[in-house]
């Protein structure tokens, strides 16, 4: 299928989780502006280090800064068929800009209440070896990985109430905006990582 599928939800809804299967089911490209972002504050770049401040605020980093790493980004070879996007657009600005530069054939909103996500990002934790992410209790890491295990400035209770907050007021308008146009596809993602996995298939097998 060519075109870009957007995999859309709160904060904690297990996207970046879900987001591996469907790349190994579309072999399209993940493009997490989430992960550029944070690649761009390791490297000390100057757009890393003021994206850094919006970030541990939980605030939205502006749209002209995301906009222009998505540019980027669409003119590599391998965005040619279109790519998963994760954590964008996260306004309705960014989904105006990314209208005129890609075509989005469908929208996959994991759906999750305020209530649950809280205990999901204070528990989570990453592998910096492999990316893989792991929670510790929906998802413990074995024990030779556990010592090494790091937990994202960001995914701290106080910046999670913020970045909810963003949530609500700046992206969640965007589901009626997807979905006025056809495109919205919702999942209950207050459920398992296998359970919404096995949604997340059925979804995707809709769409091929
Ligand atoms: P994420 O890894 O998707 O949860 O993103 C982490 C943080 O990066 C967010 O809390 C924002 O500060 C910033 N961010 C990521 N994607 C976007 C976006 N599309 N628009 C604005 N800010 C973003």
């Known amino acids: 299928m060519a075109g870009s599928i957007v995999l859309f939800g709160p904060p904690g809804a297990g996207k970046g989780t879900q987001a591996g299967k469907i790349v190994e089911i579309t072999s399209k490209p993940q493009v997490s502006t ?11 770049s100057p757009m890393g280090l003021a994206a850094k401040e919006y970030m541990d605020a939980g605030l939205l980093v502006p749209d002209e800064v995301i906009i222009g790493l998505i540019q980027e980004r669409l003119q590599e070879d391998d965005a040619d068929q279109g ?3 994760d954590g964008f657009p996260r306004t309705i600005p960014q989904a105006e800009s990314l209208e005129k530069i890609a075509t989005v054939s469908s929208v996959i ?32 890491a074995p024990p030779e990985i556990e010592g090494r295990l790091i937990q994202r400035p960001d995914d701290n209770e106080e910046t ?27 999942i209950d993602g207050n459920a398992s990582i296998k359970q919404v996995g096995v949604s997340v298939e059925r979804a995707i097998s809709r769409i091929l």
Do not use: C
């Open 34 to 44: 989430g992960d550029m972002l944070r690649a761009a504050v390791k490297l000390g």
């Open 83 to 85: 790519v998963l996007f």
């Open 160 to 186: 999670v109430r913020s970045r909810l907050e963003a949530y609500h007021n700046q992206t969640a308008p965007l589901a009626d905006w997807y979905s006025d146009r056809g495109l919205l596809i919702r």
């Open 109 to 140: 909103s994991i759906e999750v209440p305020d209530d649950a996500i809280v205990d999901r990002i204070v528990g989570r934790r990453m592998d910096p070896e492999t990316g893989e992410i792991y929670h510790v209790q929906f998802k413990p």
